[in-house]
Nanobody, 113 residues
Framework: QLVESGGGLVESGGSLRLSCEVD????????MMWYRQPPGKQRELVAAAHADRTTHYADFARARFVVSRDNPKKTLVLQMNSLQPEDTAVYYCNARQSSTTYWGQGVQVVVSS
């Protein structure tokens, strides 16, 4: 089970911190990702915190977002700074190991101009 929290409405230039609490899997074995789906668009990768502790960011996120994971707490975090209206989307937490994948229900982020 993956449960996201921390979404909401924020003004342009503001920050939000998303969390994903994980239960029911061996968290440390899984690659963890944040995806987002803007209105009317396809889902896209935002950032990844892999099981080997490496991280990866989409180009739009690299300079503004920070992804981190806490294995003992089984939590994935996305710190989003300098938010812009184009960051408006539903943000999803994803856990993946080989062909096994789990998704959270998503959390809405709205950035007003």
């Amino acid at each position: 089970q993956l449960v996201e929290s921390g979404g909401g409405l924020v003004e342009s230039g503001g920050s939000l911190r998303l969390s994903c609490e994980v239960d029911g899997i061996v968290f440390s074995f899984y690659d963890m990702m944040w995806y987002r789906q803007p209105p009317g668009k396809q889902r896209e990768l935002v950032a990844a915190a892999h099981a080997d502790r490496t991280t990866h960011y989409a180009d739009f996120a690299r300079a503004r977002f920070v992804v981190s994971r806490d294995n003992p707490k089984k939590t994935l975090v996305l710190q989003m700074n300098s938010l812009q209206p184009e960051d408006t989307a539903v943000y999803y937490c994803n856990a993946r190991q080989s062909s096994t994948t789990y998704w959270g229900q998503g959390v809405q982020v709205v950035v007003s101009s």
